[in-house]
């Protein structure tokens, strides 16, 4: 299978709203056209950044325990690999610094592929382990930072539970608005679906389609989310990580694994939409 890469760093598509309705016809006015594909024969740092745009390399408002390396970052026989282990390494960027007892793997796609509508896809395959947190999830590359939306995240939490979460509104936390309030601007929304079953050490198939109207996530093929408030308006670029978090306060302090965590990905997929025939 091949690799298509967007020459241009955006794919911004404009719709003709008014034949359709609200109702959800777009899904049947438009289908999917592959516009970006990676099937990991080899790493190709041109498409993948290995730390957020900026340079950052934590999220540091969450709390994370991990540095992102990009020696954490590695294909073998077709299947990227991002690898969290126990390592110790001085972290600095423009926000802040500290010692990290933990480094992990992360991609993501600001400089190569942006997508306002369409479809985005990834084959995956992940271990349960207390405080590791792989996701994959789309952001604006924008200020402010919303949406956000998460396809899946993995919490760590509970080996039977998986998240799907959308923010949108003002960029959280600089905004001083309620949580799903309906309160006027500066405000700051985020619903989230939980799904229950076996999650771990299985390959699985993830989808986000999103059209103007609304945005459906997919496990398998089949529908297991759907959502029709905080459609963005902005392209959004993909990322694929393992964040590290010490729930408890105690994961991690007592935390005496050697072997490492790896999430494996076959493929990222990419569609825009085009009017149907």
């Not at 109207?213 to 297991?224: A, E, I, P, Q, S």
Request: net charge negative; hydrophobic share 35%; with cysteine.
């Amino acid at each position: 299978m091949t690799k298509i890469l967007l020459i241009v760093p955006a794919v911004i598509m404009s719709f003709y709203f008014s034949s359709c309705s609200s109702s959800g016809q777009y899904a049947d006015s438009y289908k999917f056209e592959k516009v970006f594909e990676d099937n990991f024969n080899s790493f190709d740092s041109t498409v993948w950044k290995r730390h957020y745009p900026g340079g950052t390399r934590t999220i540091w408002s969450n709390n994370e325990v991990q540095w992102y390396l990009e020696n954490n970052v590695t294909v073998e026989k077709g299947i990227l690999k991002l690898t969290a282990k126990k390592e110790s390494v001085y972290g600095i960027d423009t926000e802040n610094e500290r010692q990290f007892e933990y480094t992990s793997g992360m991609i993501c796609s600001p400089a190569s592929f942006l997508q306002t509508y369409g479809k985005w896809e990834i084959k995956v395959r992940f271990p349960y382990r207390n405080g590791y947190w792989p996701a994959f999830w789309l952001a604006n590359i924008n200020k402010p930072g919303l949406p956000e939306i998460d396809i899946f995240e993995y919490f760590g939490r509970e080996r039977n539970k998986i998240s799907m979460t959308q923010h949108w509104g003002i960029d959280y936390p600089n905004s001083n608005g309620g949580i799903y309030q309906g309160k006027s601007e500066p405000f700051y929304f985020v619903r989230t679906e939980e799904m229950t079953g076996k999650f771990d050490d299985q390959w699985m198939i993830w989808s986000f389609e999103c059209f103007p109207d609304r945005m459906l996530w997919k496990l398998n093929g089949k529908t297991v989310y759907e959502s029709t408030e905080g459609v963005p308006t902005s392209p959004l670029y993909l990322i694929a990580n393992v964040a590290m978090k010490d729930w408890t306060g105690k994961i991690f302090r007592n935390d005496q694994s050697i072997l490492p965590y790896v999430m494996e990905i076959d493929y990222i997929r990419a569609y825009r939409l085009i009017p149907a025939d």
